[in-house]
Nanobody, 127 residues
């Protein structure tokens, strides 16, 4: 089992930046692929970014490419989501997710692929 705790959300003006953190505990996080998802009011939870357990492979949804960066520090059992040039449409609860994986290069973009989830952190971008 892996427990995930997100932090770093908050209120920011359009064009601003935030860095979300996802701290893992319970088991070694090294062999876990991780992802970030978000859910806006009245909408389904959607994929934002994914990272392999090696950190060498990343993938982003089109709407955040060039603005968001996913990274990880396996020594700290933490995954990050750096968000720049934030827009009001980025407003949502952001969730991190994790799953065990065999291959260091694998990443996952479908929420059903992730058995472990954090509780979410609210990001609000004002116009």
């Amino acid at each position: 089992q892996v427990q995930l705790v997100e932090s770093g959300g908050g209120l920011v003006q359009a064009g601003g930046s935030l860095r979300l953190s996802c701290a893992a505990s319970g088991r070694t996080f090294i062999t876990y692929a991780a992802g970030w998802f978000r859910q806006a009011p009245g909408k389904e939870r959607e994929f934002v970014a994914a990272i392999s357990w090696s950190g060498g492979n990343t993938y982003y949804t089109d709407s955040v490419k060039g603005r968001f960066t996913v990274s990880r520090d396996n020594a700290k059992n933490t995954v990050y989501l750096e968000m720049n040039s934030l827009k009001p449409e980025d407003t949502a609860v952001y969730y991190c997710a994790a799953r065990d994986t065999i291959h260091s290069s694998d990443y996952y973009t479908n929420r059903v692929d992730y058995p472990f989830w954090g509780q979410g952190t609210q990001v609000t971008v004002s116009s």
